[in-house]
């Protein structure tokens, strides 16, 4: 009975890895440019530790590799938004002042004329530094990621390019979730994406949604709750039984 009971118990204690990947995708179904990347499975290993020799119990393996499969395209009519095509990625600054990357495209300026992400890291150019436009500038985006500003009071005045867009083509590589939500190359951490085979691209006045499946979370989250629930009635009935046959043993005896 003992071992239904420690097999029900560690498939709770895993399966809280599947919970908190189905809700940290559910919370960002409606973040611009999310992408889906962890995966996780059960499988069964023997269990270590005296008197465990033969029992097996669950455990969790999980995958952490970025689907880069497209979202939802929504026009903004806004000159600082991209939506980046195929599996274009952005090179930003991330938490810890290395190279990140991220398919978030709703762009700002702060403050300073620092170009931003709307989470708040700095957005790369080409030459790998900030870009910095001037204060009060109109700023447009080109298909290439070429960055235009229109200088105010400059009546007719051609637009003067600033920057181009540190754009990479990941469709050749591997790319894993940092802590601060951007994403790395999985073979070399903070270093830049150089196997890309296609000219990346960006579509202007657009964003692009999340590729989280809301309806598919939330049928996960519905499996996973009964699938909770199920462990628990498991323990409940053994404990029920254990605790019939100690009675039956105390009359017994």
Known sequence: MDRLAFNAAAAI???RLT?????????NVSTPG???????SMKAIPAEGPGFATRIQP????????????GSMMATGR????SMNERAVLGVTSSDDTLAFTRRGDLRVNATGLLETGSGFAVRGEGGAPIIVPPGADIHITGDGQVYATLPGQGNAPSVLVERLLLRDASQTKLERRE???????????????DGVKTPTVTSAALEGSNVNAMQILIKLMDQ???????VRIIKEIKGS????ASMMKLGG
């Open 13 to 15: 204690n895993e399966q």
């Open 79 to 82: 000159a600082l938004d991209i």
């Open 180 to 194: 601060d939500g951007l994403f790395q190359p999985l073979s070399a951490p903070n270093k830049d994406i150089t």
């Open 59 to 70: 455990q969790a393996v999980v995958a952490d590799v970025i689907q880069l499969s497209p």
């Open 34 to 40: 999310f992408k889906r990347s962890f995966e996780a």
């Open 19 to 27: 919970r908190q990947i189905a809700v940290n995708e559910m919370a």
């Open 225 to 231: 709750s009964r699938s909770f629930e199920q462990q």
């Open 242 to 245: 254990d605790e019939s046959g």
